[in-house]
């Protein structure tokens, strides 16, 4: 396996790491591979998935379009 040395980290997010590991039962070096691990596995979200999935929820709602004209008419009568 490789090895890196990680050099200069600020003493409150070494101490933020501190308490991570300590809290998930882990050495520092396994808290910093779980780190790495998560925040390297996630997934870039699909733009055009992303949209189909919120145009689906849309259409199962029963709500008026936010349009410019609907959201004035709403702050205008607001306002009265």
Request: some cysteine; charged content about 30%; hydrophobic content about 40%.
């Amino acid at each position: 396996m490789a090895a890196i040395t990680v050099k200069n980290i600020p003493d409150d997010l070494y101490l933020k790491l501190k308490d991570s590991a300590g809290k998930n039962h882990r050495s520092i070096n396994s808290e910093v591979i779980a780190c790495l691990e998560k925040v390297l596995a996630s997934n870039l979200i699909d733009p055009d998935e992303f949209l189909a999935g919120v145009y689906q929820i849309r259409e199962k709602i029963d709500a008026p379009l936010l349009t410019d004209e609907f959201l004035n008419f709403a702050k205008n009568e607001g306002r009265k």
